[in-house]
């Protein structure tokens, strides 16, 4: 996979190459993204942000827009590439004032 099979603000269903090199199952929505690798949520997971790179990604399952009162948000410096670029994972807590979250 790479950077043009995936969108920003966008709820995926995907099968990736995990830290452990096995194939696993998740769901994520993507915040930013980068040249080589994008931002995520793990969505059936804690408030824990990954970087995961695209190549990790070996099948897209499913693909759902986030209409924008239901978006997550989280504070632009946070998303900043300088940030993430030695940092794989990060805790973050997102919310979407749409849901009351």
Do not use: C, N, P, S
């Given at each position: 996979m790479d950077k043009t099979n995936f969108k920003e603000n966008t709820r995926y269903t995907v099968a990736?190459?995990?830290?452990?090199?096995?194939?696993r199952p998740a769901n994520i929505y993507v915040y930013k993204m980068f040249e080589s690798a994008m931002?995520?949520?793990?969505?059936?997971?804690?408030?824990?942000?990954y970087?995961?790179?695209?190549?990790?990604?070996?099948k897209i399952v499913k693909?759902?827009?986030?209409e924008t009162e239901n978006q997550f948000h989280i504070p632009a410096a946070?998303?900043?590439e300088k940030v993430w670029k030695d940092r794989s994972m990060m805790e973050r807590y997102s919310s979407s004032p749409h849901m009351g979250k």
């Open positions: 990736w190459r995990a830290t452990d090199g096995k194939i931002i995520a949520r793990m969505t059936d997971k804690a408030g824990f942000l970087k995961i790179a695209y190549d990790d990604i070996t693909e759902i827009a986030v946070v998303l900043d």
